[in-house]
């Protein structure tokens, strides 16, 4: 036996075999076809015609070289995959919707075996316990969709066509977060395939220690195939999706934005979420600001409850406003479509940071007048596209930030925004490095204006590849504790990819 350390209450055993052995000799791609081929396994080569397709990564910015991208459907296919690409002395990554911001479904770097999971389609529902089974390789859109039939419903993101495999272990955070929880929050048990090809099952009840750790660090400890939720009933009194757009002064916009801070912990219902989006004002020195959220409640009550931020503000320059059942007022919120069959692939070449504001102190003033400032002016003046999403995370009755710290390996039960800062260099030739620069200046406008102990964090499915401290702004905490598991579950870092948990020494 290899590597066992006891953690928690259970101890899962990876015996030693060729599949977990690193080889010092060459690799030879001959025995992984034939071993993907003794599975039943279908695979992408680099010189097969389908490769350019199979390897293109979401975000533009990179070009990945997978050593082959492999299509299983089954489990027991996965663990095959696994063990062959262990053999080889290869790394391996599973890739469910492609989003990865730093193209982490291609394993972020060349000679990556990849996983495909688009064949783990499976949606069943239970009716009699009200969970559901859900194939990694599912989209968000068509999960809320087929839900829906049902009368039941899962907090996910708003983009229609990201994967359900990577948003739920890294977190799984929208609008409705506030009124549910996270994604990870709601799983009830997974479906794991280990470094050593073998398949369990964590929960609370069977390796409850890799249970824990695959809801905030999944990717970096084993592959799930599938997962069973506990699902909530679709809001029954409907509710509101909305979108109030001013172009702000730099003093207004900096108002709009402490303000907002102020709001949130007022003791708003938990049926609100949302968050404000800043974007590029119409002239140097102001800001675009759109109040963007849900209202899952009778929408005779919207107005009410919006009304102690909003009335402290002009007339909006436009709105969009839709009511409706759940399903009426879903598809108006999501980016995309429901049923992500009827779309085209899509891409960008981008460069995006996240950053967690703590709940307790929160953003300084000095800060925030620092922030709308760069963005009033370097913000300006940039030639990328650009945004930022504050994101509402905690706030008075926030589902989030009551669960417990230690419940999860997803640290950040008390953080009140997620700034989500993006630049988007579409209509360029190339991603020029002063974007990197800008970006960074976004982060560092706050971070420099804040006390050098202040708590703040960053959020794993908004991976940045040239963050520092990554250990600890991602994983708080519960680093040590993950590396331990690390050990323990993959010994041999199969698992391994820029930003995955690290041995320990």
Request: net charge negative; charged share 15%.
């Amino acid at each position: 036996m290899i590597g066992l350390r006891a953690l928690g209450t259970t101890v899962i055993a990876l015996a030693a075999s060729p599949y977990c052995a690193r080889l010092s000799s060459a690799q030879d791609l001959g025995a992984l076809r034939e071993a993907l081929d003794a599975a039943k396994v279908s695979a992408v080569f680099q010189e097969d015609q389908a490769y350019g397709n199979a390897s293109t990564a979401y975000n533009l910015r990179y070009t990945i070289a997978p050593v082959a991208v492999t299509y299983p459907t089954t489990s027991e296919q996965v663990g095959a995959v696994v063990a062959a690409g262990a053999a080889q002395d290869l790394d391996v990554t599973a890739r469910s919707g492609g989003h990865s911001y730093v193209a982490g479904g291609l394993g972020g770097k060349n000679g990556t075996l990849v996983v495909d999971m688009s064949g783990f389609k499976t949606i069943a529902v239970n009716e009699a316990t009200n969970t559901v089974e859900i194939g990694a390789g599912n989209r968000l859109g068509d999960v809320a969709r087929i839900l829906n039939e049902y009368g039941r419903a899962l907090p996910h993101g708003r983009c229609t066509t990201v994967g359900v495999g990577g948003h739920a272990t890294g977190g799984g955070y929208g609008h409705h977060s506030r009124m549910w929880g996270l994604l990870l929050d709601r799983a009830v048990s997974e479906t794991v395939v280990l470094s050593n090809g073998s398949v369990v099952t964590v929960s609370e009840d069977e390796n409850p220690d890799l249970f824990w750790g695959i809801r905030g660090a999944g990717a970096s400890l084993g592959i799930v195939t599938s997962y069973v939720f506990a699902t909530e009933p679709v809001p029954p009194l409907g509710g509101t999706t909305f979108q109030y757009n001013w172009d702000f002064t730099a003093e207004e916009a900096s108002h709009a934005l402490g303000s907002y801070q102020d709001f949130v912990q007022s003791g708003i219902p938990a049926t609100l979420g949302g968050e404000l989006v800043l974007n590029k004002g119409s002239v140097s020195s102001n800001l675009a600001v759109q109040y963007f959220g849900v209202h899952w409640d009778d929408p005779a009550t919207f107005n009410d409850t919006i009304a102690p931020y909003m009335d402290l503000f002009r007339e909006p320059d436009s709105s969009n406003v839709t009511q409706g059942d759940w399903i009426t007022v879903l598809a108006a919120w999501v980016f995309g479509e429901l049923d992500t069959s009827t779309m085209e692939p899509y891409h960008d070449t981008f460069y995006a940071k996240s950053l967690l504001t703590p709940e307790k102190e929160g953003m300084s003033a000095e800060a925030i007048d620092a922030f709308i400032e760069y963005l009033t002016t370097d913000g300006f003046e940039s030639d990328l596209s650009w945004f930022v999403e504050v994101e509402l995370y905690g706030g008075s009755n926030s589902a989030i930030n009551a669960v417990p710290a230690d419940k999860t390996a997803f640290a950040h039960r008390d953080k009140l925004f997620n700034l989500q800062l993006y630049a988007s260099a579409a209509s360029l030739p190339s991603f020029p490095d002063a974007g990197f620069s800008f970006v960074d200046g976004m982060a560092n406008s706050i971070i420099q204006n804040e006390p050098v102990d202040w708590p703040y964090g960053a959020y794993v499915n908004y991976p940045d590849d040239r963050l520092q401290d990554w250990q600890r702004l991602f994983y708080g905490g519960h680093y040590e504790r993950l590396t331990e598991l690390k050990s323990v579950y993959d010994p041999m870092d199969i698992f391994q990819f820029p930003h995955s948990i690290e041995l320990r020494d």
